[in-house]
């Protein structure tokens, strides 16, 4: 709580805050004493019930199977991310209880561990918290969703915690379907140990203002870590991804890759720093974000960052915002594709290079439904 109060809400003027335009009245949210109804089981559970499963609705664990455990005491899942923000301080203040998956030594996890995060009451600050830690010579995949009623307004506050030990291997997929009047302001962490490999996957859907800042870094010798992202804005959404990921360590190596598009009035925005420091020689890294735009009132952001405090490593980035491509039309459409289906084709082409590589495939045809449904009420307004 000191800290919370130390801190102010965020700055629209500072860096990591530019092109959001985030206007926010904090006054007219409160803070919950108890969950909601629910909204059901989600379409995506598994129908075997995976591994584990855990439904956090506004903030409160209110169910927990398997892999899943539900932690009351807040303080110690949030040890691995010490509030440095003001939203992580508000969270780790006021959050209720977390979703803590931990996984020993030496096991290696069959099916995914299910994990819902529900915004049901409007008004409401809800901050729901999810803590993984696995550990030396693991596996595990863990899947996230995201989801509120189209006409909810709230903010809600998710915290997403993850440490993987030596040698393991962790997918985490985020599927983010807040609904068209929420706030979200999300925060997760990634800390990777020696030689292992972690894959960080976010599909960017719904939300008012979304926001998604990844801190990630490569503690261990050998470390690898890929971050995948898909998003599609439409309406005025807001769709705002920060990614910052430190090599701290040798042999180190890392891959940002993200594919967006937005319509109608809606933006995105993208920011990612790749920091080396002195000791990650040998680190290869790289970032990519490319971005189509799809209406003449909408906006996408892109600007990639390296800093570099080594001498011995390869490093690039790159990114490209831009309109469908009419070459690409023209080829189409000279193989017998009308205009309207040349385009959807374009759109559906460009997604796939980042869906396919997310590690749970097999919710892959779901994901691509979602994003070409977007494409055909843009598609349809236009």
């Not at 860096?15 to 379409?43: C, M, N």
């Not at 985490?172 to 009047?181: D, K, L, M, Y």
């Not at 009035?265 to 990519?288: C, D, K, M, W, Y």
Request: aromatic residues 6%; contains cysteine; glycine residues 10%.
């Amino acid at each position: 709580m000191d800290r919370f109060e130390s801190l102010s809400p965020p700055d629209p003027s500072a860096e990591e805050w530019r092109y959001a335009e985030l206007a926010l009245d904090l006054a007219a949210f409160s803070l919950l004493e108890e969950p909601g109804p629910s909204l059901g089981e989600h379409r995506l559970a598994p129908a075997g019930g995976g591994s584990g499963r855990a439904s956090v609705v506004d903030g409160f664990v209110t169910s927990t199977e398997g892999l899943a455990k539900r932690l009351t005491d807040t303080d110690t899942a949030a040890e691995a991310s010490p509030p440095d923000d003001w939203y992580s301080a508000a969270s780790t203040a006021f959050g209720s209880d977390a979703v803590v998956v931990d996984i020993g030594a030496g096991e290696t996890v069959e099916g995914p561990v299910f994990v819902d995060l529900q915004a049901v009451t409007p008004g409401a600050i809800t901050l729901p918290r999810l803590a993984i830690s696995v550990g030396e010579a693991s596996s595990v995949s863990i899947v996230v969703t995201q989801r509120s009623s189209d006409d909810l307004e709230a903010l809600v506050v998710p915290h997403i915690d993850i440490e993987v030990g030596a040698a393991s291997r962790v997918g985490v997929t985020v599927v983010q379907e807040w609904g068209a009047r929420t706030v979200a302001v999300g925060r997760p962490r990634l800390t990777v140990g020696q030689d292992a490999t972690a894959v960080f996957a976010e599909a960017g859907l719904g939300g008012s203002y979304s926001r998604l800042r990844l801190d990630a870094d490569l503690e261990g010798r050998g470390a690898s870590v890929t971050v995948l992202g898909a998003y599609f804005g439409e309406g005025d959404q807001t769709l705002d991804y920060r990614y910052f990921m430190r090599h701290s360590a040798p042999n180190t190596t890392s891959e940002m890759f993200l594919k967006g598009a937005v319509a109608d009035e809606s933006r995105s925005v993208f920011s990612g720093l790749i920091r080396i420091e002195p000791e990650g020689q040998g680190t290869n890294a790289h970032q990519t974000n490319r971005n189509l735009v799809l209406g003449a009132a909408a906006e996408a952001h892109s600007v990639p960052n390296l800093e570099i405090l080594a001498d011995d490593v390869r490093c690039g980035h790159g990114s490209a915002v831009g309109p469908l491509d009419d070459e690409q039309r023209y080829y189409l459409m000279s193989r017998g594709l009308d205009r309207r289906r040349a385009d959807r084709l374009q759109v559906k082409g460009f997604f796939e290079e980042a869906l396919r590589r997310f590690a749970h495939t097999e919710f892959g045809p779901e994901l691509r439904d979602a994003v070409m449904a977007k494409y055909a009420r843009v598609e349809g307004a236009a």
